[in-house]
């Protein structure tokens, strides 16, 4: 399985700035996605990293809030904007090579003052 | 909509004995279904996968069985470690959607194993 790496790990921000995550892949991969787990909840999909286009978001995840990018096969980030204490979770990326089993990286834990 | 569903959000079995964590569905083109494991700030780690195709599927002391007509799906992990202690997430997909991976979670279950 591919291994994916994520960066930060963790953080702590204050309300009214944004963070970027980054997700690193150490093979190329036809597909990237951007979850959101909050506390006490499920894995909810933010968006679909299309390389080289514009992320599909699902439904009540915009791009201003979390725009995305993915320039080539092994690399995406999410940068969450404007932050505020609802957006403290554990965001994770995932990777998946066509009718392949999807893998998850470690998670970067998010904490909004 | 919760689409797909874990009733039971936690399960105490003591070590050597099956656990069963059980999840429903009820979206009819989910064509596959996935299970995995979470540790505490760790991601999701891949367990086991099933076709519609198929009504069993089983890797090592974990079987997945797929019961389509009653849109549900049951992991088995016998005999139960303590290392399996953890949650577990079931989830779906609809890969006759070709380029449409993405992956729809249940609720989790917290199984602890009882040493």
């Known amino acids: 399985s591919a291994v994916i790496s994520q960066k930060p790990s963790r953080d702590i921000c204050q309300r009214g700035t944004s963070l970027t995550i980054q997700c690193q892949v150490d093979s190329q991969v036809t597909m990237m996605f951007w979850y959101r787990q909050q506390p006490g909840q499920s894995l909810t999909l933010i968006a679909t990293a299309n390389q080289g286009s514009e992320a599909t978001y699902e439904s009540g995840f915009v791009i201003d809030k979390f725009p995305i990018s993915r320039p080539n096969l092994t690399f995406s980030t999410l940068t969450v904007s404007n932050m505020s204490p609802e957006d403290s979770s554990i965001y994770l990326c995932s990777v998946v090579q066509v009718q392949e089993t999807q893998y998850f990286g470690p998670g970067t834990r998010l904490l909004v003052l | ?115």
């Open chain 2, 1 to 115: 909509d919760q689409q797909v569903k874990q009733n039971s959000p936690s399960l105490s079995v003591q070590e050597g004995r099956i656990s069963i964590l059980n999840c429903d569905y009820t979206n009819s083109m989910f064509d596959y279904f996935l299970w995995y494991k979470k540790y505490p700030a760790e991601g999701p780690t891949f367990l086991i996968s099933i076709s519609s195709i198929k009504d069993k599927n089983e890797d090592g002391r974990f079987t997945v069985f797929l019961n389509k007509s009653a849109k549900h799906l049951s992991l088995h992990i016998v005999p139960s470690q303590p290392g399996d202690s953890a949650v577990y997430f079931c989830a779906a997909s609809v890969r006759r959607d070709f380029g449409n991976e993405k992956l729809t979670f249940g609720t989790g279950t917290r199984l602890t194993i009882i040493p």
